[in-house]
């Protein structure tokens, strides 16, 4: 009876726009109240329980510096960079695209910080250039879906915490996939270009001159990935230390480029707090919400059905696959990582998933989300930059939507995309 | 009380970003008193703990009073404009509920890890809780102001 309950008052409440970490609290008291076997105390208690790890410190911080750099203008240095790289190719600025993402991932752990602001440059430069507008946007938002997995990691860092995973590990094996997911991008770009009007005014090659110059600016970018996951794989710095790290660099960056104000720094602080606060109070209810999970057995349960399915590990990969997806659509990145972890990891020990690659492969699956409705968060932020309706801009990610599910395929079914580099530097 | 409510956001607000700030500063201070100084912050570790923990909760009622935690809208944006209401209302009705009973139970909790305190800093545990007990109140109260609102609009 108190799964139902529980079951129920999960539906509900998502469905009528209650958000979502106020949604797993009411769950779990809904279902503490029909067992009657706990006091309600433990919902406050598994909340402080929630967070008290000194690794989610890595959250905000990692937050500040993505928005530092966004609010710093050093986010249009890298297209600018990228630009003077692939600019000239035909369709270039899809390229220029693809690859900013790819640099900025490099400093960003979240998708929405890359399409806020790298995805304005490079929209009002796709416009500006007679590009498509629903595939600038498209192909905006799709790229953005690499920021995630990349190091650093919003996602990534939530997962270690659920899954008591080593960040470290988890920021290695999230490099190899993103650069698959950005090759499969180009690739769609690539077809696509040659097949539909989609590119825009050709642009000139940067001269040798140039190229350097926007270099010297790309390089500065390039180091901070650098800083986070060396220091953090050399076991110099914690993860939460990387994340300041990353803020130091930002805020030197700042001062090279002149661009660091007081206000500007305040307005930064103001940012990263408000969005910290959104992703935090969810993991905080997580504490709650996985409680009452586990103690209702849910793990098992879903375990048992998957396993009278199949005891085959690659078609339980592949059904863990479809189920994110599904549940990206509905809600995408660390809020659904949340709710569905108790069972995801309890799926990786039956079938002998290593959990590194559970968590690459979760992490890609429901940032998705971002660019599949009906919530496409990132999607429905690029369309609007962009100036196209919603729907030219889903009909528009298609393409793209396709390129990186065969990356997530080839992730999936290849865990030495993931699992090499952690193995190599850090030992298996 | 729409004052005393604008007042607890912006100082809500200001808190949380003092809460960044200083967050970013103690872990910044653990990497440079470690290799600079050779000498590491034996109670940054605690003091981390206890700032995460109230930014959480402080930025949270921040995110809430501005209506931006993640939530799905999708589904009620297709409700006709009535039963939207009502859903809203009912879900408004019951977000201010649980708030103040968390509330309740938080200040149980407090009470229940009175006396204790943290190792090195002495940080009383109950601070902790106390800080959940003001987040829940002052949610409560903000989601109380919106439920009026809603129910005397016009529908």
Redesign the interface.
Known sequence: MEGIVFGLLLVVLFFANVPIAVTLLIATIGFILVSGDFPLEIVAQRMWGGVTSSILSAIPMYILAAILMNNMGVTERIFRFALALVGHLRGGLYYVNILASVIFSGMSGSNTADVAGLGKIEIKAMVDANYDRAYSAAVTAASSIIGPIIPPSIILVVYAQLASVSTGRLFLAGILPGLVMAACLSLIVFVLVRHRAAAGDPLPRATAGEVMRRARDGLFALIAPAIIVGGMTLGIVTPSEAGVLAVCYSLLLGVVYRSLSFRLLVKSLHEAALFSGAILLIIAASGAFGWAVNIMQVPEAVGDTIQAITDRPWLALLMINLGLLMLGCLEAGSAALVVVAPVLIYLGGLYGIDPVHLGIIAAINLTLGSMTPPVALSLFISARIAGVPMRAAVIASLPFFLALLASLLIVTFVPAFSLALPNWLMGS | MLRLERLLQRTE?LA??L???A??LL??G??AFRYLFDDPLSWS?EL??F???S??????????K?G?????????ASLPRAARRI??I??LA??AV?ML??AY??F??AR?YEGTETVVLGIPEEA??YV?VYCFLSMALHLGVRLVRSLAAHP
């Open positions: 607000e949380a970003l809460l960044v700030a967050l970013a872990i910044g653990q990497i570790e981390t703990t700032l995460l923990i930014l959480t909760f402080v930025a949270a009622t921040a995110v809430l501005r931006e935690h993640f939530s799905i809208d999708t589904f009620l859903v809203e009912a879900g019951l977000q649980v009973a968390l139970y938080s149980n909790l229940l902790k809780a959940m």
